[in-house]
């Protein structure tokens, strides 16, 4: 069975403290990406990447930044954690269908709901 | 244009009945309409999804009809049942499948 297993499924931080959120996915898929799901806001789009050591920018990265050093592995980093930053983060990995176009279908981790005090 | 507008935020339907979610775009970009299903304590799933080419898809008590021309697509659960009980998402997505946008979710509650 497919799986993308985040690393906690509850953590709770201080302000200012250096957080790192884990994910691996067994799947072999180049894509991996990390959301922030919030009520009534849906899932927002943090960072993805596409290959090893690649990255790119969702539509809300300030505050994070990411690291893929192997291809299973996609990491989520918050650098001074903020009060703004509690919410609930999911971790996903897609398979590529071609060197154009992924397979479009996204299989999401369990999530962890990080509370920042 | 990024945003996919959901509706309504909150769906509560007796076990039996017809459960309508219904979701919106701007984006003509987009050509992937996919629905995912999200229980508590677990991440979203593929539920059902299409493309522009076709008006509705049936995947047993699943249907999604499309509206290409007026920009919406929505998704019908017949004879909902208890275990369908969860938080739906709408997403589209374009540019061969690396840009997906969701909506705001729908929580469904079926009443037995």
């Known amino acids: 069975d497919v799986k993308v297993t985040q690393s906690s499924r509850y953590l709770v931080k201080r302000t200012g403290e250096k957080v790192f959120l884990e994910c691996v996915q067994d799947?072999?898929?180049?894509?991996m990406f990390w959301y922030r799901q919030d009520p009534g806001l849906g899932l927002r789009l943090i960072y993805f990447s596409y290959d090893v050591k690649m990255k790119e920018k969702g539509d809300i990265p300030e505050g994070y930044s990411v690291s893929r050093e192997k291809k299973e592995r996609f990491s989520l980093i918050l650098e001074s954690a903020s009060t703004n930053q509690t919410s609930m983060y999911l971790c996903a990995s897609m398979g590529q269908e071609n060197f154009f176009a992924t397979n479009e279908k996204l299989f999401f981790g369990s999530g962890t709901q990080l509370s920042v005090l | 244009q990024q945003q996919v507008k959901q509706s309504p935020q909150s769906l509560i339907v007796q076990k039996g009945g017809i459960s309508i979610i219904n979701c919106a775009y701007e984006?003509?970009?987009?050509?992937?309409f996919p629905w995912y299903q999200q229980f508590p304590g677990k991440g979203p799933a593929l539920l059902i999804a299409i493309r522009p080419d076709v008006s509705e898809k049936k995947e047993g008590r699943f249907t999604i009809s499309f509206n290409k021309s007026a920009k919406q697509f929505s998704l019908h659960i017949m004879d909902s049942q208890p275990g369908d009980s969860a938080t739906y998402f709408c997403?589209?997505?374009?540019?061969?499948?690396?840009?997906?946008?969701f909506g705001p979710g729908t929580r469904l509650s079926v009443l037995p």
């Open positions: 799947m072999d898929h180049e894509n």
């Open positions: 984006n003509t970009a987009f050509d992937y």
């Open positions: 997403a589209a997505a374009g540019n061969y499948g690396q840009n997906f946008v």
